[in-house]
C-alpha cells in the first residue's frame, strides 16, 4: 500500500510543484520553447541582463524587503517581548487584532491608504495635512507592507517566549543578576532564532508581494520584480522568456532566504500560531501597564483601524469629489453589488468554491504527505517533503507563469488551462506548504509509540491512522485548512493571470472595478467579503475551542 | 463540490470574447445576445495591453473567437499577422468608411480629452497648454502611452498637426510636474477625490461615466485639437465557432447592440443611433495618418524617456 500511496503522492507533488518549475527552467534557457524548437539556448539571459530596468529592479525589490524586513523587526520584537513577557490585559484580543492586517489583502489595504493619505485625501479633509510625497516612495511602501507583514515577527517572538518561559530568567534573578541582564543574557538569546526565522520570513513574504507594489509602484517611480514579471507576461509586447528568466531570479532570492530560515529554525515553526504555551509565570508590570499598553494601540490603530476604515469609507462615499460629508454618504454601492446582473455574487461564490476546494485538497494531501515522511528517512520520503515545502519560497506570480507555460500548449489533450481547474492547481500549490508544516509538528509531538501500541491491538495500518493519529493532529490539520481558505479567497496575482474568460473572483472583481475607476463598488465589495472572510474564520475557532474543550 | 465541480466544466460550446472595458457594457452585450440567440458568451475583460498580451501568450491554443480592443493600431497588426477573418456585417452600412475595413470595424468610439476636477480651485483649462500654467503645477496626471493605445494616438496627433511644437509641449509638462501614471483610470482616480487637478489626455466615457455618478469632473475637448480612438471588433481566423462569432458582431451592431453601445457613453460605430455625448462630428480633431509603427515605436521611447523612470 506504501508503493501504491507514494506514486499517488509523487504524481500530485509532480502536477502541482515539480513540472511548472520545470517549465519555467527550461523557458528560461529555450526561448523559442513556444515554437517546438530548441534553438538559442540561454540567449535569453544576456538580453535580460543588458535590460538598465534589471538591475533597478533587482535593488528595489532587494531595497524594499530589507526595509520591511528591519521596519517588521523594529516594530515585531518590542510588542512580541512585551507579549512574551510580561502579563498584558487583553493579552487574547491583542493577538486577535495583530491577525487581522495578516487576513487582509495587501492591495487593499494600499488603495485604502491612498485615498486616506494622498493629496486631498480623507487625511488632509480632517486634519489638512497631506503625506502624498510620503505613501508614493519606497517609504511609504516599506510602512505599508510592514503593517501587513510585521504580525509574523510578533507572533515569532511573543510565541517563542511563552514556550520557552522564563524559568531561566528567573534563575539569573536568583543569582543576582538584575532584570535587564536576565533579558539580555538569556532571554534574549533563547528567542534569537524566532526572531531571525521571523525576520526572514518576513523578507521573503515582502518580495514575494505583488499587490502593494502594483497598486503604489506606478507613482512612486518603482517596479520592483514582481510586477516586472506580470508586465513581461501580461502585457503586449509580452516577453516569455524575460518573464521566466526574472522568474527563476526571484524564486532564487526567496529560496535563499527561505533556506537560510529554515536552517536558523530548524523544525520549529515560527508561523504557528495558537502554540501551547508551557508555563505562564509572566511578569507584572504594576503601574507601568497602562504605558505598556499604549504601542498596542498605536499600532492597531494604524495597521488596522485606519486602513480598514479608509477602506469601508470609500464604500459608503456617494461620490469620492463629494468628500467627507454626512450628506455624501450612501449604501448605494453596497447595493449595485447585488444587482449588476450578479456579477458580484458569483465572483464571491466562485472564490469560496475555489478557496474551499483548495483547502480539501492541500488538507487531505498535505496530510498523507507528513503522515509518510514522519514514518520514515529514505531519501524519496526527503524528497518528498522537500518538494512539498518548495512552494513556500515560490511567489504567486512565479507559479503562474510556470502554470501557463506547462499547460497553455497545444499538445495537451486535455488541459486545465481556461478552467477553473487552473486556478485550483495554483492555489493548491501556493498553500500546499501550510498543511503539511502544521501536520508535520503536530506528528511530531505525538509519542512514537501510539501507532505501534494501535497495531498490537490489532488495528491495520488504516485503522491506526483513521482512529488514532488523525483525531490527534485534526486542530492543527483544520487551523492550516483554515489560514489555506482564507488566503486562497483573496489571492490576487495568480487569479489575474489564469482566470477563465467568464470568470470572476473576488480579488479580480474588485481590481477590475479600480481598473474602471469605480473606486466606490470596489471597496463595497471588499468590505462585504473581509466581514464574511473574518467571520467565517472567527466561528471557526470558536467551533474548534468548544470542540476542544 | 458537486456545483462547483459542475461549473468548472467550461461550456466547449460557449462564444469566447476578448474585450478592453468598460466592463458593465460587455456583459450587456453578452447578456443581450445570450437572451436573442440562446448562445452563452464567456467574457474576459481587461486593458487592451492586458488583452492582447493574453491572445498572443494563447497563439499556441487560442481560445478567443471575437476581441474587442480600444486601440485601431492592435486590430492592424493583427491583420498583417494574418490572425483575422474577414467579415462584412450587413448592420455594419450605416458605420463611416473610416471607421470599418475588410477586417474589422468599430464597436464604438471614444474620444481623448482633459479630465478635470471642477472644485480643485484651478482655472477650467481650454487648451493643451493651459495645462502647463503654474496653478496646475504637479497637479496634472497622463495616462502610460505604452497601456493607453488611445493616449498614444493622441501623441501622434499632435506630432503630427504641431511638429517640434508638440515636444515643446511634452517638455513644458513635464517641468509642470505632470506624472505618467498607469493606465487610463488610474490616472483618472486621482482626479477624482481631488490628488489631482486634471488629467492630460483621458479617454472620455470613462468620466462621462463617474459624471452621471454625481462626480464633480468634467471631460474638455480643447479647441486646438484632439483625437478619436475607435474600438475595433474583429473575428479571429482561429474561431472555432466562426458562424457564432458574426453572429455576435451583427448583434453588437444591431440597433440593440448600438444603444447598449450608447448607454456606456461611447459614441455608437453606426451614425444613426442617438449618443447621450458630443460625437466626434462636433469635437475638432487633430490630423492623424496611420503610416506604420516605426513612428508610433518612435514617440513612444522618446515620451517613455521624457517621463520615465
Not at chain 1, 464574511?532 to 474564520?537: E, G, K, P
Not at chain 2, 471575437?66 to 493600431?73: E, Y
Request: charged residues 10%; glycine residues 8%.
Amino acid at each position: 500500500m506504501s508503493h501504491a500511496l507514494n506514486g499517488v503522492i509523487l504524481l500530485a507533488l509532480l502536477l502541482l510543484v515539480a513540472l511548472p518549475l520545470l517549465f519555467i527552467v527550461l523557458q528560461a534557457l529555450f526561448p523559442y520553447l513556444g515554437e517546438g524548437s530548441w534553438r538559442g539556448a540561454f540567449s535569453a539571459f544576456p538580453a535580460l541582463l543588458d535590460d538598465p530596468q534589471l538591475a533597478a529592479m533587482w535593488l528595489g525589490t532587494l531595497k524594499i524587503g530589507g526595509g520591511v524586513a528591519l521596519c517588521s523587526l523594529l516594530l515585531g520584537l518590542p510588542l512580541g517581548a512585551l507579549r512574551g513577557l510580561f502579563r498584558l490585559p487583553g493579552a487574547a484580543l491583542w493577538d486577535l487584532l495583530f491577525l487581522i492586517p495578516f487576513l487582509t489583502p495587501p492591495y487593499i489595504v494600499a488603495l485604502s491608504w491612498t485615498l486616506a493619505l494622498q493629496r486631498n485625501g480623507y487625511i488632509e479633509q480632517l486634519t489638512g495635512i497631506n503625506f502624498d510625497s510620503l505613501l508614493f516612495s519606497s517609504s511609504g511602501m516599506i510602512g505599508v507592507m510592514t503593517l501587513n507583514i510585521f504580525p509574523v515577527v510578533y507572533f515569532a517572538v511573543s510565541r517563542s517566549l511563552l514556550a520557552s518561559g522564563q524559568r531561566l530568567a528567573w534563575v539569573a534573578r536568583v543569582h543576582g543578576a538584575s532584570a535587564w541582564r536576565g533579558f539580555w543574557h538569556i532571554t534574549l538569546p533563547l528567542t534569537l532564532p524566532a526572531l531571525a526565522g521571523g525576520v526572514l520570513l518576513a523578507f521573503t513574504l515582502a518580495i514575494e508581494e505583488y499587490g502593494v507594489p502594483a497598486a503604489l509602484g506606478a507613482q512612486a517611480k518603482l517596479t520592483l520584480m514582481t510586477v516586472g514579471i506580470e508586465t513581461k507576461l501580461a502585457d503586449w509586447p509580452i516577453d516569455l522568456p524575460g518573464a521566466a528568466s526574472l522568474s527563476l531570479m526571484l524564486s532564487l532570492m526567496a529560496l535563499t532566504a527561505w533556506l537560510l530560515q529554515r536552517k536558523l529554525t530548524g523544525s520549529s515553526d515560527v508561523t504557528a500560531v495558537g502554540g501551547k504555551p508551557v508555563s505562564q509565570e509572566l511578569a507584572h508590570a504594576g503601574r507601568l501597564q497602562i504605558l505598556m499598553l499604549l504601542p498596542f494601540a498605536v499600532t492597531v490603530l494604524l495597521a488596522v483601524v485606519l486602513p480598514l476604515g479608509a477602506m469601508t469609507l470609500s464604500g459608503l462615499l456617494n461620490t469620492l469629489s463629494g468628500g467627507l460629508h454626512l450628506s455624501n454618504l450612501t449604501l448605494r454601492h453596497f447595493g449595485a453589488l447585488f444587482s449588476q446582473q450578479g456579477d458580484a455574487l458569483a465572483a464571491f461564490s466562485t472564490s469560496i468554491g475555489l478557496a474551499l476546494g483548495a483547502a480539501l485538497l492541500t488538507g487531505a494531501l498535505g496530510f498523507l504527505i507528513a503522515w509518510r515522511v514522519s514514518e520514515g528517512k529514505t531519501r524519496l520520503l526527503a524528497m518528498m517533503d522537500g518538494l512539498a515545502l518548495l512552494p513556500a519560497a515560490m511567489p504567486g506570480v512565479v507559479v503562474g507563469v510556470g502554470l501557463i507555460l506547462l499547460w497553455n500548449r497545444g499538445f495537451w489533450p486535455v488541459s486545465p488551462y481556461n478552467t477553473m481547474f487552473i486556478l485550483l492547481l495554483s492555489y493548491s500549490c501556493l498553500l500546499l506548504p501550510w498543511p503539511v508544516r502544521y501536520v508535520s509538528s503536530a506528528l511530531r509531538q505525538l509519542a512514537p509509540t501510539l501507532q505501534p501500541a494501535a497495531r498490537v491491538h490489532g488495528a491495520s495500518r488504516v485503522q491506526a491512522l483513521r482512529l488514532i493519529v488523525l483525531p490527534l493532529v485534526a486542530p492543527s490539520l483544520l487551523a492550516a485548512m483554515m489560514m489555506v481558505f482564507a488566503v486562497a479567497s483573496r489571492e490576487l496575482v495568480t487569479s489575474l493571470l489564469l482566470a477563465p474568460a467568464g470568470t470572476q473572483t473576488v480579488a479580480i472583481f474588485i481590481w477590475r472595478q479600480f481598473e474602471q475607476g469605480s473606486v466606490g463598488q470596489g471597496m463595497a465589495m471588499a468590505t462585504l467579503t473581509l466581514c464574511a472572510s473574518l467571520s467565517l474564520m472567527l466561528a471557526a475557532t470558536v467551533l474548534m475551542r468548544r470542540h476542544a474543550r | 463540490m458537486m456545483l462547483t465541480s459542475a461549473i468548472m466544466i467550461n461550456d466547449a460550446q460557449a462564444l469566447t470574447v476578448y474585450t478592453a472595458g468598460p466592463g458593465s457594457l460587455s456583459k450587456s452585450l453578452a447578456a443581450g445576445f445570450e437572451k436573442q440567440t440562446g448562445i452563452k458568451v464567456n467574457i474576459f475583460q481587461a486593458t487592451t495591453g492586458k488583452v492582447m498580451a493574453r491572445l498572443e501568450a494563447e497563439q499556441a491554443n487560442p481560445q478567443a473567437d471575437v476581441l474587442i480592443s480600444a486601440s485601431w493600431d492592435t486590430a492592424e497588426d493583427l491583420q498583417q499577422r494574418g490572425w483575422l477573418l474577414p467579415f462584412n456585417s450587413a448592420n455594419a452600412a450605416k458605420v463611416p468608411n473610416q471607421f470599418k475595413t475588410a477586417n474589422y470595424v468599430a464597436q464604438g468610439i471614444s474620444a481623448l480629452g482633459i479630465v478635470w476636477n471642477t472644485q480643485s480651485n484651478t482655472p477650467e483649462p481650454k487648451t493643451w497648454q493651459d495645462l502647463t500654467a503654474p496653478a496646475f503645477k504637479d497637479n496634472v496626471t497622463t495616462p502610460d502611452p505604452a497601456l493607453s493605445g488611445a493616449s498614444l494616438d493622441l501623441l501622434i496627433g499632435l506630432q503630427n498637426s504641431e511638429g517640434e511644437k508638440a515636444w515643446q509641449l511634452f517638455d513644458q509638462l513635464k517641468a509642470n510636474g505632470m506624472v505618467m501614471s498607469g493606465p487610463n483610470a488610474q490616472a483618472v482616480t486621482p482626479v477624482l477625490q481631488g490628488a489631482k487637478a486634471a488629467v492630460f489626455g483621458a479617454v472620455d466615457y470613462v468620466t462621462y461615466n463617474n459624471i452621471a455618478q454625481g462626480e464633480s469632473v468634467k471631460v474638455i475637448f480643447p479647441e486646438n485639437g484632439t483625437v478619436v480612438a475607435p474600438r475595433p471588433m474583429m473575428i479571429l481566423k482561429s474561431s472555432q465557432h466562426p458562424d457564432d462569432a458574426k453572429k455576435f458582431v451583427d448583434y453588437v451592431l444591431s440597433d440593440e447592440g448600438q444603444e447598449q453601445v450608447a448607454k456606456a457613453w461611447l459614441m455608437p460605430a453606426r451614425t444613426d443611433i442617438k449618443a447621450q455625448r458630443p460625437l466626434f462630428t462636433e469635437i475638432k480633431l487633430l490630423p492623424t495618418n496611420q503610416d506604420g509603427s516605426s513612428e508610433r515605436s518612435a514617440v513612444l521611447k522618446r515620451f517613455g524617456a521624457l517621463f520615465g523612470q
